[in-house]
Structure formats: structure tokens, C-alpha cells
Nanobody
Framework: QVQLVESGGGLVQPGGSLRLSCAAS????????MGWYRQAPGKQRELVSI???????NYADSVKGRFTISRDNAKNTVSLQMNSLKPEDTAVYYC??????????WGQGTQVTVSS
């Protein structure tokens, strides 16, 4: 069974930075994608960024140039460095692990609030 544990959310002022981390445990196929999604109140969950096990990345247009995703394949961890945060980045951020045909898994979510 796969489990994802997130950490690093919190309250930050506009222009500030936060770093989210997610650790995966369990039976994890080495070819996979890990990423972050977010859901703001009253909105649908949306992709923030993903990174494959070979290092290919993708970002939502709204975070390009401000957020950086990285991963450690040996530790099955993924991190999201978020800089120049804006109030519109406020949301619950969810870690995702896509094992393709072997399943798709979500973390419990961590709140990020950008406010002065």
C-alpha cells in the first residue's frame, strides 16, 4: 500500500516563500510521476507542477518562473519551492503519485495561505 505524507504548508505574506515536501512509502514502481495539485475554495483541483522519474517537468502557466519542483528518486520524495507567492496561490496543496497502470495516489493535503 502506498502512502504520501506532506509537510511545509503555512501562512506567508505576499512575496514570501514556502517549501512543500512529500514523502512516498510503500510499493512504488520506479517509473512514475510525482507532482503537486491545488484546490482553492469553490474551485476545482488544478495541476501546479509534475516531475517524472527521469526528470521531465511541467508547470501551470500561473506558477512558471516562481515555483520549482524537484525530486529524490532514492528517497521517493518530491518538493515544491514556491517563491514570490501571491494571494491567488492560497489553496490546499495535494501531493500526487502517478504509478500509471499500478495506481494513482494522493496525500492528505496541506494548507498554503498567502495573506498580509
Amino acid at each position: 500500500q502506498v502512502q504520501l505524507v506532506e509537510s511545509g504548508g503555512g501562512l506567508v505574506q505576499p512575496g514570501g516563500s514556502l517549501r512543500l515536501s512529500c514523502a512516498a512509502s510503500g510499493s512504488i514502481h520506479r517509473f512514475n510521476a510525482m507532482g503537486w495539485y491545488r484546490q482553492a475554495p469553490g474551485k476545482q483541483r488544478e495541476l501546479v507542477s509534475i516531475i517524472t522519474s527521469v526528470g521531465t517537468t511541467n508547470y501551470a502557466d500561473s506558477v512558471k518562473g516562481r515555483f520549482t519542483i524537484s525530486r529524490d528518486n532514492a528517497k521517493n520524495t518530491v518538493s515544491l519551492q514556491m517563491n514570490s507567492l501571491k494571494p491567488e496561490d492560497t489553496a490546499v496543496y495535494y501531493c500526487n503519485l502517478d504509478l500509471m497502470i499500478f495506481g494513482n495516489y494522493w496525500g492528505q493535503g496541506t494548507q498554503v495561505t498567502v495573506s498580509s
